[in-house]
C-alpha cells in the first residue's frame, strides 16, 4: 500500500465538499448504508468519549471540592465547539479552497443537504456529507475539552468559555485544514498535507494540539496553591477508571472511524487500537516498578490514555506489533515524563494533558514514520517507501503543530486573561470551584 494512500483519500473528501460535481452520463454514487450506519455509529463513540468518558476520567482525578466544576467545564466547552463547528468551523476546516492555512465556504452549512455526498477512501464510495460533518464536529469537541484538563482547580468557567471560542478559531481550524485538506491545486492544499505528513486520525490535530495548548494554559493560570507542597490526591479513581474504559471503547470510533468505511482498514484500525492500549498499560505500570513504586491503577489508567494517543496517527498506517511498539514506548516513556521529570520542571499540568497526551502524540506521530515500515507489519510499499524521507517529514509536522498550538493558543489565554481575570480568587480556590464558580455541589452527603 503506498505511504500517502489514507491521506490522498482525505483529499477526496475535501474536494467533495469544495467542489460541485459536474454533470456525468453515469448516476452519481448513492451512500452505502453499511458505511453511513457505521460512520454514524463512529460518531456516536466519539461523543461517548467526551460526555461522559472524559468527564469522568478528568472528574475522578481532581479534589472533591473540584469535580463539578470539572464535568460542567467538559460538557460546555464541548457543547460550544459544536455550535462553532457548524456555524463556522467546518467551513474554515474543510469548506472549500482558499490557502495553506485555512479554507473557506460552507458557512452555516450553506449549500449542504440531506442528499450532499463527501467520498471516502474507495473511488465511488460515498457517505452523507452531513454525517462527515458529524464525525469531524466530533474530533474538535473532544480537542478542545482536553485542554480543560491543563487547568483545573483554579481558572474562571467564564475565562475558560473565552479561551475556546478564540482557540478553536486560532488554533484548531488552520491546524486540521493544514493536515487534512487537499484542494484542487497544490498551492490550496493543506500546508502539512502537501508535505505528504501522515496522521490517520489526528496525532497533530488533536493530541499534540491540546498538550501543547494546555501546556501554555498551565503556565498563564499559574499553579494551584500549595501545589508541591500539599496532598493532592485523586478524589475517586474508581471514576477515572470508568471513563477510561468509555474513552477506549470510544476511540474504536474516533480511530477505526477515520476510515470512513465498514472495511478492512477499519478493522485494522479496531485491532491496533486494542493492542497498542494494552500495552500502554502494562508498560507504565513496568516503569513504575523501575522507578521504584507499585504499580498503581492510576498508572494503569494513564497508560491506557498514552498506548492511545500514540497509536492514534499510526491506526491505519500500521500492523497490530507496530502499534503494540508504539503503545509500549509510549505507556513507558510518558510515565517516565510524568513521575519523575514534570517534578523536576515545577509546572502545573494538573492532570498531565501534555505529560500524556502532549508527549504520545509527538512519540505516536514521529513513530508512524517506522510503523509504516513493512518489516513491522506497515503498509509502506517495499519498493517505494523511503524512512528517512518520510520521518524528516513527520518531524516538520510535528515541530509546526507544537508552534502553532503555542503561539494561537498564548494570543487566546491573553485575551482570555484581558476580559475575564483568567483564574478565581484564592478564597474560591481554597473553598473549590464547585460551590465558588457554579453554586452546587458534586456530592450531598
Given at each position: 500500500m503506498h505511504q500517502l494512500s489514507w491521506l490522498r483519500a482525505f483529499a477526496l473528501v475535501a474536494l467533495a465538499a469544495a467542489t460541485p460535481v459536474l454533470a456525468q452520463d453515469a448516476a452519481p454514487p448513492v451512500p452505502d448504508k453499511g458505511d453511513t450506519a457505521w460512520m454514524m455509529t463512529a460518531s456516536v463513540l466519539v461523543m461517548l468519549m467526551i460526555v461522559p468518558g472524559l468527564a469522568l476520567f478528568y472528574g475522578g482525578l481532581v479534589r472533591s471540592k473540584n469535580m463539578l466544576s470539572v464535568l460542567t467545564q467538559v460538557i460546555a466547552v464541548a457543547s460550544l465547539s459544536m455550535l462553532m463547528w457548524v456555524m463556522v468551523g467546518y467551513a474554515l476546516a474543510f469548506g472549500g479552497d482558499f490557502n495553506a492555512f485555512i479554507s473557506t465556504g460552507k458557512f452555516f452549512l450553506s449549500g449542504i443537504t440531506a442528499d450532499s455526498t463527501a467520498a471516502t477512501f474507495t473511488e465511488g464510495?460515498?457517505?452523507?456529507?452531513?454525517?462527515?460533518?458529524a464525525f469531524q464536529m466530533t474530533f474538535s469537541a473532544i480537542t478542545v475539552a482536553l485542554v480543560v484538563g491543563g487547568m483545573v482547580e483554579r481558572m474562571k468557567f467564564s475565562a475558560l468559555m473565552v479561551f475556546a471560542l478564540v482557540w478553536?478559531?486560532?488554533?484548531?481550524?488552520?491546524?486540521?485544514?493544514?493536515?487534512?485538506?487537499?484542494?484542487?491545486t497544490e498551492a490550496t492544499n493543506g500546508l502539512i498535507f502537501g508535505w505528504g505528513a501522515l496522521d490517520f486520525a489526528g496525532g497533530t490535530v488533536v493530541h499534540i494540539n491540546a498538550g501543547v495548548s494546555a501546556l501554555v494554559g498551565a503556565w498563564f493560570v499559574g499553579k494551584r496553591i500549595g501545589y508541591q507542597k500539599e496532598l493532592m490526591a485523586p478524589h475517586a479513581l474508581s471514576m477515572t477508571?470508568?471513563?477510561?474504559?468509555l474513552l477506549w471503547c470510544?476511540?474504536?470510533?474516533?480511530?477505526?472511524?477515520?476510515?470512513?468505511?465498514?472495511n478492512g482498514v477499519a478493522g485494522l484500525a479496531l485491532i491496533n487500537t486494542f493492542v497498542a492500549t494494552a500495552a500502554g498499560v502494562l508498560f507504565w505500570m513496568l516503569a513504575e516498578r523501575a522507578m521504584g513504586h507499585n504499580g498503581s491503577l492510576l498508572g494503569a489508567c494513564s497508560g491506557a490514555i498514552a498506548g492511545l494517543v500514540a497509536v492514534t496517527p499510526a491506526a491505519g498506517n500500521s500492523?497490530?506489533?507496530g502499534a503494540l511498539l508504539l503503545g509500549a514506548v509510549a505507556g513507558f516513556a510518558c510515565a517516565l515524563f510524568v513521575v519523575q521529570l514534570k517534578p523536576k520542571l515545577g509546572f502545573d499540568d494538573t492532570l498531565d494533558v501534555f505529560g500524556i497526551h502532549g508527549v504520545?502524540?509527538?512519540?505516536?506521530?514521529?513513530?508512524?514514520?517506522?510503523?509504516?515500515?513493512?518489516?513491522?507489519g506497515g503498509p509502506g510499499d517495499p519498493a517505494e517507501y523511503a524512512l528517512g524521507a518520510q520521518l524528516w517529514i513527520q518531524v516538520k509536522a510535528v515541530a509546526l503543530a507544537i508552534a502553532w498550538a503555542a503561539v494561537g493558543s498564548a494570543i487566546a489565554f491573553g485575551i482570555a486573561k484581558a476580559l475575564t481575570g483568567l483564574r478565581v480568587s484564592a478564597d474560591v480556590e481554597r473553598e473549590g470551584l464547585d460551590l465558588g464558580e457554579h453554586g452546587e455541589r458534586a456530592y450531598n452527603f
Open positions: 464510495v460515498v457517505i452523507p456529507e452531513l454525517v462527515f460533518v478553536l478559531v486560532l488554533v484548531y481550524y488552520p491546524i486540521a485544514h493544514m493536515v487534512w485538506y487537499a484542494g484542487s477508571l470508568i471513563g477510561t474504559g470510544g476511540w474504536f470510533g474516533f480511530n477505526a472511524g477515520s476510515a470512513l468505511e465498514a500492523g497490530p506489533f504520545a502524540g509527538i512519540l505516536g506521530s514521529v513513530g508512524t514514520a517506522f510503523t509504516m515500515l513493512p518489516a513491522l
